[in-house]
């Protein structure tokens, strides 16, 4: 058996919880192709995998995205495969996909009424007028950390952004390209502020699928007290929760960072909505979870070498239910607090325990992201395994086995 030290580690990203994570394992940096596990940006594996560079992935070489991992993280595709593994699973009949006596969906009403622009500009103007006094909120498809979002509440709004591009309306390219959904105006509000959820998700493998859940995540409170007076529509320190926006509020704290652990969380809902309620909110938030993993598992490319950590960001509404705002390919890893710097740093040393587990390196063991046997690893646990030779309760299509973590049960 060769000794783990002797992997070899790449990294596009020059962050302490990076570098601090492969040097305490001992592994051996290289800048040349010759890496077991490459930390890689989004770009390097776009050319990785692309025909034109000819490269095959050797055995013993893990990479941190699926070739075409933006089918879950670019906000436009996320919505058109949830939209299709909809239809695809009413066409099935499938359980999953029923439907109240209003018409909506009970299990996969995940994420709010969204329609791609431009392409769904005239769908989107048909609603807007059967609902006209509704707020939206449109981002770009191709930006994070809050850029190019803003809130409307009038057609005239989105018409002035569409003149306003630099090409004409029809012809924008797509990374110009934007999303618009209805804006969540009942949002659970803690001291009167509005939150958002992030939450780690680790795919070792779509086909048959199998994930971890992360059970330290975090939640990202706005500066400013949250309020739907439309006099107040464009102050995204009352709106948006992203750190890059809110840390440049006067009364922005960079002790905290405006940010709670998930079990303070559970304990507060615990106090104010009781047990069975905070159980079935965490729940669905599992559910959610499971189900836009399912929306691209027939279009993901499932290459053995890759494993994909997710930034999952979960908004809760005043009733409790968790709507999926979008998934990051690439969650920061940029530490502004203490405490950030102890779970980032945490949340990588369990990824690579998963992937790279002691006996991965064993002639006579099976290479690839996915040799991991354990339900729980650190603060990881089973969000779902389909390779799993016991039954699941209530099919492949519904919600997955549960991980031995207190604060999901």
């Avoid at 009949?93 to 709010?112: F, Q, S, V, W």
């Avoid at 189900?291 to 490319?301: A, C, F, G, H, R």
């Amino acid at each position: 058996m060769n000794p783990p030290n002797r992997l070899k580690w790449k990294s596009d990203f020059d962050k302490y919880v990076v570098i601090v994570n492969f040097e305490k394992r001992q592994w051996q940096h290289t800048a040349d192709d010759d890496w077991n596990v490459y930390w890689a940006n989004v770009w390097t594996v776009k050319q990785i995998f692309s025909p034109e560079t000819g490269q095959r992935l050797g055995d013993m070489q893990l990479l941190n995205h699926f070739p075409n991992h933006y089918e879950l993280t670019r906000k436009d595709l996320m919505v058109k495969n949830i939209k299709r593994y909809r239809r695809e699973m009413e066409k099935e009949n499938n359980p999953i996909a029923e439907k109240d006596e209003h018409g909506n969906y009970i299990h996969l009403d995940i994420i709010p009424t969204t329609y791609n622009l431009p392409g769904d500009y005239s769908i989107f103007v048909e609603e807007f007028k059967r609902n006209p006094n509704t707020t939206w909120i449109m981002k770009p498809n191709g930006k994070s950390q809050g850029k190019g979002i803003f809130l409307v509440n009038k057609i005239s709004q989105v018409k002035k952004w569409a003149t306003s591009s630099k090409v004409p309306f029809q012809s924008i390219a797509m990374k110009e390209a934007y999303v618009i959904s209805k804006y969540i105006d009942n949002p659970l509000l803690i001291g009167g502020k509005k939150f958002d959820l992030r939450l780690y998700v680790l795919v070792t493998c779509y086909r048959p699928l199998k994930a971890y859940l992360y059970r330290q995540g975090f939640c990202r409170f706005c500066n400013e007290k949250y309020t739907s007076d439309v006099a107040e529509i464009d102050n995204m320190f009352i709106h948006l929760t992203n750190v890059a926006i809110q840390k440049h509020s006067d009364v922005y704290n960079d002790r905290h960072g405006g940010k709670w652990s998930l079990p303070s969380l559970r304990f507060y809902l615990e106090c104010t909505r009781g047990r069975n309620a905070t159980d079935k909110c965490f729940n669905d938030i599992k559910v959610v979870m499971i189900q836009s993993l399912k929306s691209v598992q027939s279009v993901m490319i499932n290459d053995r070498h890759c494993f994909e950590m997710y930034g999952y960001d979960i908004l809760l509404d005043s009733e409790l239910k968790p709507w999926l705002l979008e998934v990051n390919a690439s969650p920061s890893l940029t530490t502004s607090t203490e405490k950030d710097r102890v779970l980032k740093s945490q949340l990588l040393r369990d990824v690579f325990q998963i992937v790279v587990p002691n006996d991965w390196t064993d002639e006579k063991s099976k290479h690839g992201a996915n040799t991991c046997t354990e339900r729980s690893v650190g603060f990881f646990d089973l969000l779902i395994d389909e390779g799993c030779s016991e039954p699941e309760k209530g099919g492949n299509r519904g919600p997955a086995r549960r991980g031995n973590g207190k604060l999901w049960k």
